[in-house]
């Protein structure tokens, strides 16, 4: 009884605080020098992506997002692990910035690598 | 106009055909020479392993019909697929990775398979693309097309005489193969740069005998000798006589229990190390035999070696971003490791390291890999993998000790659970203050390996105990950063730093500094990009 009593709570704790702690800290910024994101709550993560080195810009929808009206950015470059996320924006939000990195990253003609 | 589509040599299906009567040897053994079986059996058998070769035989030369390539002026294609029809290309100005490969059926029949890669992980197949197999003077001459400085792209075989035509007529595609092989070694790029023995090449490395200890010094050749063991011990099993109870190893054993024990252990130690030895070096004659590494005139690195299956890569120079130096702890009490050379199109992924493409040599002493080191990168001055790095904040020596003790204690708990009650949990406690003795030398080790710097344009970092990688990855080539913090790095003012690249693995980490320390360090090798964000 006590275990799951325990179990319960935290779950509940986690469930109402880890979103907050989460909104709290993500963070993006689009320069216009490079793309920058924030992430994480236990294991915060900080990542930069430099416009001259971006090969795709994309957006997707999961259901969840579609009926909240949100959408993720993502944004690659020529490294594996070079990946990097905007998560849940609003839409319309979205789709502009993805114009807009679109026709940023094409007017740096480099390589990207 | 595009270049005719080119079949491969028709030896490829000898030696197909010859690699699968080569792996159909077992199973005959195994149905008509060891089953013990009444005639017709056998005569069965033997009809169906007799079908079986047919039909893999007809499909090998479907295979051969159905497979061809081409280089035209923008692109590498190749098609193929014996039920699936595939369709590769790759972009002439994507590739950064040509290499030819021939093993020991194709050195016979004259023949190497050409890979091609563009080093863009992610897209899955049309990653790289095989050519398996052409005559080896026409795969230097595509090699040479391939790697041809931009403004020198021809499209190969296109108008050569005799080039090799797939519409060309059955009986003759051998002869025309063999001239397009040869007529093609003289298009591509004028002055051949890539043929042996071309005036401009330099000869940076070459093969040395005195690096072989290096290669045999290595977990495996400790290894070796427990796998020839268990292998024997299996193959005697399995042929219904107990190891234990047979005569010759029960007299074996009996001598042995009989001599001095000390005397048996020597025996068995030294008996195996020299099995393992012998094995090593064998494979290392065998893997760098006739190793060089050369520059070529137009701005390339080729990299051959191999006594039984030769392996020549060429690496576009203008792709390489650094170089990793990496010693396992034998290696390090000897000072020497291996040389792996960063770069685009050579991909990072682990892997036996005698066979990966990115070893620049064999294994060798810290002073011969600074000085390789140098001259693969093109410096003047000395290597940046010799660099002095800073050592790292004494935090990250307290993340390594807490690790090592929670281990320590885990294991003290897990045989403690598994001993049980009596007198045993004294050895217990014994086996777990060895234990943690050494998780804590080891924790020190790691903290001691930990070293990062910016020299001269090259960003360093070393880390690891049980093997130690330095890296020197060139700032030019860093494409992004990320500043990661656990929970536990936070508490302790730490964070990793990692510069994302396109070459070798893709990132490459500086572990556990101060959060100032990385965003300097990343201002340091490109300034401007990660100060934004962090100061906010």
Redesign the interface.
């Known amino acids: 009884m006590i275990v799951a009593a325990a179990v319960v709570a935290a779950s509940s704790a986690y469930v109402v605080q880890m979103p907050r702690i989460r909104y709290r800290i993500h963070r993006w910024e689009v320069t216009d020098d490079a793309v920058y994101t924030k992430s994480g709550w236990l294991t915060q993560d900080w990542r930069v992506a430099p416009m001259s080195r971006i090969q795709t810009v994309d957006s997707s929808r999961g259901p969840l997002q579609q009926s909240l009206g949100l959408a993720t950015v993502r944004v690659t470059t020529a490294s594996a692990a070079g990946a990097v996320a905007i998560s849940a924006l609003d839409a319309d939000q979205a789709a502009a910035l993805v114009q807009h990195l679109t026709v940023r990253t094409q007017q740096t003609p480099e390589d990207g690598t | 106009m595009d270049p005719e589509w080119s079949r491969l040599d028709p030896r490829t299906i000898a030696v197909n055909l010859m690699r699968t009567a080569g792996s159909l040897v077992p199973l005959f053994i195994g149905l008509v020479v060891l089953g013990n079986r009444s005639v017709t059996d056998s005569v069965i058998s033997l009809a169906l392993l007799a079908v079986a070769t047919v039909a893999v035989a007809a499909a090998d030369v479907v295979r051969w019909f159905r497979t061809s390539y081409r280089i035209t002026d923008e692109r590498v294609e190749l098609r193929g697929g014996l039920v699936t029809r595939t369709h590769v290309t790759i972009p002439r100005d994507r590739v950064r990775r040509v290499e030819t490969t021939a093993r020991l059926l194709h050195r016979v029949l004259g023949l190497t398979v050409l890979t091609v890669g563009t080093g ?3 897209m899955g197949e049309g990653d790289t693309l095989r050519i398996d197999a052409v005559r080896v003077a026409h795969a230097a001459a595509l090699r040479a097309a391939l790697l041809a400085p931009p403004d020198q792209i021809t499209a190969v075989a296109g108008g050569a005489p005799g080039a090799a035509s797939a519409s060309g007529a059955e009986g003759s595609v051998g002869g025309t193969g063999t001239e397009g092989g040869v007529g093609g070694t003289g298009i591509g790029t004028t002055g051949a740069p890539g043929l042996p023995g071309a005036p401009q090449e330099q000869v940076l490395e070459r093969f040395r005998w005195s690096w072989a200890p290096y290669d045999v010094l290595s977990y495996w050749t400790l290894l070796v000798p427990l796998l020839l063991l268990s292998v024997l011990f299996q193959f005697v099993s399995a042929a219904g006589v107990d190891p234990l109870g047979a005569d010759v190893v029960g007299q074996g054993s009996g001598w042995l229990t009989d001599a001095p024990l000390g005397l048996a252990v020597a025996v068995v130690v030294v008996g195996g190390l020299a099995v393992g030895v012998i094995g090593s070096f064998a494979l290392f004659v065998s893997t760098w035999w006739g190793y060089m590494l050369v520059r070529e005139p137009n701005r390339t690195l080729r990299l051959q070696r191999g006594l039984f299956t030769t392996r020549v890569t060429t690496i576009d120079e203008s ?1 390489i971003r650094g170089a990793e130096f990496r010693q396992s702890y034998l290696h390090r009490r000897v000072h020497a490791g291996r040389l792996l050379v960063i770069a ?1 199109g050579l991909s990072g992924q682990e892997g036996a390291t005698s066979d990966r493409s990115d070893a620049l040599a064999p294994p060798l002493p810290v002073a011969s890999a600074d000085r390789l080191t140098a001259l693969a990168l093109g410096l003047p001055g000395s290597s940046p993998l010799g660099a002095t790095l800073h050592r790292h904040p004494v935090g990250a020596l307290r993340r390594r000790l807490v690790r090592a003790a929670l281990t320590t204690l885990a294991v003290a708990l897990l045989t403690g659970l598994a001993i049980g009650p009596g007198p045993a949990p004294l050895a217990a406690a014994a086996l777990a203050a060895v234990f943690g003795a050494l998780a804590l030398l080891y924790a020190a080790d790691t903290y001691r390996g930990l070293g990062h710097s910016v020299s001269g344009s090259f960003l360093v970092t070393r880390q690891g105990a049980a093997l130690r990688r330095t890296t020197a990855l060139a700032c030019q ?1 860093v ?9 536990f790095q ?1 508490r302790r003012g730490l964070a990793t730093l ?1 510069a ?4 070798g ?3 490459y980490e500086v572990l556990d500094v101060e959060l100032s320390t990385a965003v300097a360090v990343a201002d340091a090798a ?1 300034p ?3 100060t ?3 100061d906010r």
């Open positions: 863009e992980r992610g792709r685009q080539g494409i992004g950063w990320h500043v990661r913090q656990s929970w936070r990692v994302t690249t396109a070459a693995s893709g990132a490109t401007g990009l990660l934004p964000i962090i």
